[in-house]
């Protein structure tokens, strides 16, 4: 599988299911989700508070409608992760295995011209994602931000279910099992 390859799968993902059920780990939540477009219902682990959402705030992604979210504008973005079809430099791209799925996996770093759903939770937290929330004069110190992030993508369906930044203040990551999709 080609960067290209991966791109358009990211391109596609929001097509590629209707309904998911999902385990999301990360590290300061655990959720058990159930989700069809515009719907979902989540289980706050191991607390059982429920959550439901119907329909999601508008974002600056203007190609389509986002997820609703429990979380953030990342459980969107990882939900249909068109952000990484453009301004992502994508290498290392590999086969991988998540819960018994294929997976691609790869090593994302954002580029000029990286669109982010929200620029404050971004799938691809860089220095250009932190310049479009902060403004364009805006530098990372050193160690600041991650050197890379690497992703991993369901080869079926296509959302992110697994990312990893390397470096960085934040040392951020998320894992999604995916208990049914259709």
């Not at 459980?75 to 079809?85: F, K, N």
């Not at 799925?101 to 932190?130: K, M």
């Amino acid at each position: 599988m080609s960067p290209d390859d991966v791109r358009e799968l990211a391109r596609e993902a929001h097509a590629r299911w209707t309904t998911l059920e999902i385990v999301h780990r990360s590290r300061d939540e655990e959720l058990h989700a159930w989700l069809r477009h515009g719907e979902l219902d989540a289980v706050r682990l191991p607390r059982g508070e429920r959550i439901r959402e119907r329909g999601a705030p508008p974002s600056s992604f203007q190609l389509r409608d986002v997820e609703p979210y429990p979380t953030n504008y990342q459980w969107s973005a990882m939900l249909d992760p068109y952000e990484l079809s453009s301004g992502v430099a994508i290498s290392d791209v590999r086969p991988g295995e998540l819960s018994g799925r294929p997976t691609v996996a790869f090593t994302a770093r954002a580029e000029e011209g990286y669109d982010p759903i929200c620029a404050c939770c971004p799938l691809v937290f860089s220095e250009v994602s932190e310049r479009l929330e902060r403004g364009d004069s805006w530098r990372a110190r050193p160690g600041e931000v991650p050197d890379h992030v690497e992703v991993a993508l369901d080869l079926e369906i296509g959302i992110v279910v697994s990312s990893r930044d390397h470096g960085g203040r934040l040392a951020d990551w998320f894992t999604n099992e995916i208990v049914s999709a259709t």
